[in-house]
């Protein structure tokens, strides 16, 4: 009679180790998703703020212009 050339053992309990990697892999991800988060929130707040400087420089030429048509509106009726 032959000898099996490999042997495999079974257990019913689960791999100690495959859990523990299964547990830091999950830390990592939840680290790896908050540092994304974070960056994104940072670069939306950029461009927040570019935005409303933009929108402020607008406002102040829309502004001047106004006034200066008033001004000449008011030099008319004169």
């Known amino acids: 009679m032959q000898q099996p050339a490999a042997v495999r053992f079974y ?7 495959s859990a523990g990697a299964t547990a830091s892999s ?8 908050a540092q994304e988060n ?29 006034d200066n048509i008033l001004k000449a509106r008011s030099e008319e009726s004169k």
């Open 11 to 17: 257990s019913p309990l689960p791999d100690v180790r």
């Open 26 to 33: 999950k830390g990592f991800g939840e680290r790896e998703q």
């Open 38 to 66: 974070q960056y994104i929130r940072k670069r939306e707040e950029e461009l927040l703020k570019a935005a409303r400087e933009k929108l402020k420089a607008a406002q102040a030429e829309v502004d001047k212009h106004t």
